[in-house]
């Protein structure tokens, strides 16, 4: 993500483009939140890396001071996924645990975001992207804060995401995998927080 810059335009051509942000290598692993002071509304945002891939696991832009994000969103890209598995819309699926890796043949990549209507973006949040840690032939516990630790239950991870279902919400939680340490996290409008 060092280098990539965030581009906003009325047009899709891009004729009329500002630069909302260049990114640096200094940011949080868990989320990053970018105020913007731009006056225009936009249509369409834009993503440009220096390089010719990218990897991203959440993008999410905000109107005002919502708290909601922008929704629905199209997307068109010159990148094309890893893995079957890649799917581009997990990059604003609002799960910060899912995402997306995508690579060109040569060239810098994009990925640009087509808004539902003209909007004065306020605030862009981001994840940058994480490989999921698990480990295949153990058992994945997932456990919750009730007084005591519960376990909501356990699963083996083969490939792809884990759900688990009936866990209450409003706790904290860990991820139990022998051998490893426990990791405590909360989870909140589809984020995890890892602590």
Request: hydrophobic letters at 30%.
């Amino acid at each position: 993500m060092n280098g990539a810059c965030l581009l906003g335009s009325p047009d899709k051509n891009f004729a009329h483009a500002d630069t909302l942000v260049c990114l640096n290598d200094s940011m949080e692993s868990w989320g990053n939140d970018i105020q913007t002071t731009s006056h225009t509304p936009y249509r369409y945002i834009r993503l440009v890396v220096p390089k010719d891939s990218l990897n991203l696991c959440e993008i999410s832009f905000f109107e005002h001071d919502g708290e909601e994000p922008i929704h629905p969103l199209k997307y068109s890209t010159n990148l094309r996924p890893l893995t079957s598995e890649d799917n581009p819309d997990r990059m604003t699926d609002g799960l910060s645990a899912t995402g997306w890796r995508g690579k060109t043949n040569g060239d810098k990549g994009f990925v640009c975001w087509e808004l539902p209507y003209p909007s004065l973006i306020k605030k862009i949040h981001y994840v940058p992207y994480w490989k999921p840690y698990f480990i295949q032939e153990k058992d994945i516990v997932l456990q919750y804060w009730d007084d005591a630790w519960i376990t909501a239950g356990t699963q083996r991870w083969e490939k792809g995401t884990l759900t688990f279902n009936d866990v209450p919400q409003g706790t904290i939680y860990r991820v139990r995998i022998e051998g490893t340490k426990d990791r405590i996290f909360t989870y909140k409008n589809g984020m995890i927080q890892w602590y």
